[in-house]
């Protein structure tokens, strides 16, 4: 079965502190990851993905699949990055299908 | 450019009732999706167009639940009759074509409470 699991649902940091935000999937074939960011009375919106191998806003994931894990990072944390945090995996067949976690609130403290 | 529309933004309804959202997508976009997210989970997709086809709507409960998309543009999701447990944020989201590497661009989502 393919299915996404975040298992905090509230991470509360102090700002400047590092951040993981975890994320585990369970798929059969070569997963596709994402990361999406909801901000208080915002979209959601793509945050990054895991293909393009790129830093957003200071944010890596980095995909290990021996432990079928896409964790978010960010070694500082900024007030600004509070948000509702989805780890999302790509469904079989191409088709654009996305497979969400439960997401985790990031509450980052002055 | 003009982001994804929804309409309405909320509704309250009562059970056994019937209610329909509708969604714009970014102008040239042909994939279109329609999401559940239940209040605590995270969107689940409901069905998927391809242009004015469906791709997938494995999940959507069609006992109750039917979407179209007519002219490959706009869609319409419509409940009939609603239950208790539809009580969710409806969100559409459009793509350029379909595809893992085509970003999904999301609307703001229609809340639907049903008593």
């Known amino acids: 079965a393919q299915r996404v699991t975040q298992p905090e649902k509230l991470l509360s940091v102090f700002k400047g502190a590092p951040v993981e935000l975890k994320c585990n999937y369970s798929?059969?074939?070569?997963?596709?990851l994402f990361w999406y960011v909801q901000y208080s009375r915002q979209r959601l919106q793509l945050l990054l993905r895991?293909?393009s191998r790129e830093s957003i806003k200071g944010f890596t994931a980095d995909l290990n699949k021996g432990e079928t894990s896409f964790h978010l990072k960010k070694p500082f944390a900024q007030e600004e990055d509070s948000a509702m945090y989805y780890c999302?995996?790509?469904?079989?067949?191409?088709?654009?299908?996305?497979?969400f976690g439960q997401g985790t609130t990031l509450q980052v403290k002055p | 450019e003009a982001g994804v529309a929804q309409s309405p933004r909320y509704k309250i309804i009562e059970k056994r009732q019937s209610v329909a959202f509708w969604c714009n997508p970014i102008?040239?976009?042909?994939?279109l999706y329609w999401y559940q997210q239940i209040l605590g989970q995270g969107p689940k997709l409901l069905i998927q167009f391809q242009n004015n086809g469906v791709v997938d709507d494995s999940q959507l409960p069609k006992d109750r639940f039917s979407a179209e998309r007519l002219k490959g543009v706009d869609s319409t999701l419509k409940i009939q009759p609603a239950k208790l447990e539809d009580s969710a944020v409806y969100l559409c989201?459009?793509?350029?074509?379909?595809?893992?590497?085509?970003?999904?661009?999301f609307g703001p989502g229609t809340r639907l409470t049903v008593l």
């Open positions: 798929y059969s074939g070569s997963p596709e």
């Open positions: 999302a995996l790509g469904g079989s067949g191409n088709t654009g299908k996305l497979i």
């Open positions: 895991h293909i």
């Open positions: 102008s040239g976009h042909a994939t």
């Open positions: 989201a459009s793509s350029l074509t379909q595809g893992l590497y085509n970003e999904q661009f």
